[in-house]
């Protein structure tokens, strides 16, 4: 039963155009949102979050969007680049037990930017 | 180094074999988390430790699966008669306190044949 679903195993734009990066949630306990990226062979680094009282979090070229009535959220990227390449996972947890204490991850989505 | 090291990076184990995975967290981290990730999956939480409290071991998948962090550093997960499906990614993570951000070591990569 998986509580958190990256429905789209991979995703190909071309260097330059916008990426969306979708993923739903199933568990309204979830209040606290975060995207992770991963290059092969090592571990995923934080990219950007979004509590639950907002709708929209903007870090440089990565936005991700909340949309709680539908429990969906999505990481933009804009302008994609070749360095972007890389699998992206969803993760999410609830802030009564410590935002960060313990995460719920998707499956990922693997992320390629053709030049 | 600066960030999350683990070791070994890439452990070979023979079904029935115990093993044991090392985290050394970031300097002054206080919380530690422990993750399994298989093949084709997200990483799945498997313990926390705040210093060397282990508040939350409500992710490990059974009683061959132990975690310590005895000085409130350094933590060790350890497996004991080893199987099949134990073979994956195990990441360990730590972070400056609850609720803030968790940075995650290269993992160590477990086969069990």
């Known amino acids: 039963d998986q509580q958190v679903k990256q429905n789209s195993p991979s995703l190909s734009v071309q260097e330059g155009r916008i990426s969306i990066l979708n993923c739903d949630y199933t568990n309204s306990m979830f209040d606290y949102f975060l995207w992770y990226k991963k290059y092969p062979a090592e571990g995923p680094t934080f990219l950007i979050s979004i509590s639950s009282i907002k709708d929209k979090n903007e870090d440089g070229r990565f936005t991700v969007f909340l949309n709680k009535s539908a429990k969906h959220l999505s990481l933009h990227i804009v302008p994609s680049q070749p360095g972007d390449s890389a699998v992206y996972f969803c993760a999410a947890s609830s802030l009564l037990t410590g935002a960060n204490s313990k995460l719920t991850f998707g499956k990922g989505i693997t992320l390629s930017v053709r030049p | 180094g600066a960030g999350v090291s683990q070791s070994p990076r890439y452990k070979v184990a023979k079904r029935g074999q115990d093993v044991a995975l090392r985290c050394d967290p970031i300097s002054g981290h206080v919380s530690l988390f422990w993750y399994q990730q298989a093949l084709g999956q997200g990483p799945e939480f498997l313990t926390y430790?705040?210093?060397?409290?282990?508040?939350?071991k409500s992710g490990l998948p059974s009683d061959r699966f132990f975690a310590e962090r005895p000085e409130g550093s350094v933590s060790t997960l350890k497996i004991q008669r080893t199987q099949q499906e134990d073979s994956a990614v195990y990441l360990c993570?730590?972070?400056?306190?609850?609720?803030?951000?968790?940075?995650f070591g290269e993992g160590s990569w477990l086969t069990v044949v």
């Open positions: 430790f705040q210093n060397e409290a282990q508040l939350d």
């Open positions: 993570a730590s972070s400056p306190s609850l609720g803030n951000t968790i940075y």
